[in-house]
T-cell receptor, first 113, second 110 residues
Framework: DTEVTQTPKHLVMGMTNKKSLKCEQHMGHRAMYWYKQKAKKPPELMFVYSYEKLSINESVPSRFSPECPNSSLLNLHLHALQPEDSALYLC????????????FGPGTRLTVT | GIQVEQSPPDLILQEGANSTLRCNFSDSVNNLQWFHQNPWGQLINLFY???GTKQNGRLSATTVATERYSSLYISSSQTTDSGVYFC????????????FGKGTKLTVNP
């Protein structure tokens, strides 16, 4: 099974709200990733967790706060977002950080109003 | 950082036609993946192919690492093949970062 699940599928939030995106995998993978994809653009890496530790933060604004509570779960906490943060947020995982194949979840489509 | 270029940017085919998508990269890689993104946004893994040739049904891929390119070949295209095809690489000696090309948008008409 190569499934990565993400909830919710869609999220609409105001600029003053706090919400969280959730990602889960049960493949025993030890690396997990958050990507952001704007319309008609390729995905761009935001964060990498390797063995539950944050290993890469691609200079993401602090209104995005990642969390990896255990090896199967990855959260992205959202606070005080801007309309330009509206995008598809994709989670991925791989057996180990590199150079292993990454598997993506279906994404959360976020709209900030 | 490593650069990834995909061509063509757009491709329109009639059902049943064959096509070749190209991915050029600027440095040595230890991971290269091809994805198909469907209209709902799901990225579907097609191939993990840092070198060599693989085939899966009507799709095949070849990566020539020494010449820094990869090709994805789609035969007997179907309307369900429509979508965006991405090539993504991890640089050898680099970080865990998967760098994506800009994609090829494929439209297959019935």
């Amino acid at each position: 099974d190569t499934e990565v699940t993400q909830t919710p599928k869609h999220l609409v939030m105001g600029m003053t709200n706090k919400k969280s995106l959730k990602c889960e995998q049960h493949m025993g993978h030890r690396a997990m990733y958050w990507y952001k994809q704007k319309a008609k653009k390729p995905p761009e890496l935001m964060f990498v967790y390797s063995y539950e530790k944050l290993s890469i933060n691609e200079s993401v604004p602090s209104r995005f706060s990642p969390e990896c509570p255990n090896s199967s779960l990855l959260n992205l906490h959202l606070h005080a977002l801007q309309p330009e943060d509206s995008a598809l947020y994709l989670c991925a995982s791989s057996l180990q950080p590199r150079p292993y194949e990454q598997y993506f979840g279906p994404g959360t489509r976020l709209t900030v109003t | 950082g490593i650069q990834v270029e995909q061509s063509p940017p757009d491709l329109i085919l009639q059902e049943g036609a064959n096509s070749t998508l190209r991915c050029n990269f600027s440095d040595s890689v230890n991971n290269l993946q091809w994805f198909h993104q469907n209209p709902w946004g799901q990225l579907i893994n097609l191939f993990y192919i840092p070198s060599g040739t693989k085939q899966n049904g009507r799709l095949s891929a070849t990566t020539v690492a020494t010449e820094r390119y990869s090709s994805l070949y789609i035969s007997s295209s179907q309307t369900t093949d429509s979508g965006v095809y991405f090539c993504a690489v991890q640089a050898q000696g680099g970080s865990e970062k998967l760098v994506f090309g800009k994609g090829t948008k494929l439209t297959v008409n019935p």
